[in-house]
């Protein structure tokens, strides 16, 4: 059995901002993974692939 990429356990992170995250990320080698989505009322989420394959979400709640 070979893992998709995508496929097993994700780790998701509270962080104060999303698209710094991503672009400390991309600068670190890291992509990101499909679209960064925003959830009305409950905040910004997304997913990033590390230099390793793996899929890290980082979620930004919505200022109150």
């Known amino acids: 059995y070979k893992r998709m990429q995508g496929e097993g356990i994700k780790i998701y992170a509270q962080v104060k901002s999303v698209d710094e995250v ?35 979400g980082v979620w930004e709640p919505e200022k109150a």
Not at 26 to 54: H, R, Y
């Open 22 to 56: 991503i672009s400390k990320a991309k600068q670190s080698g890291g992509k990101l993974f499909g679209e960064v989505m925003v959830i009305p009322k409950v905040g910004k989420v997304a997913f990033l692939n590390d230099t390793e394959g793996n899929v890290i």
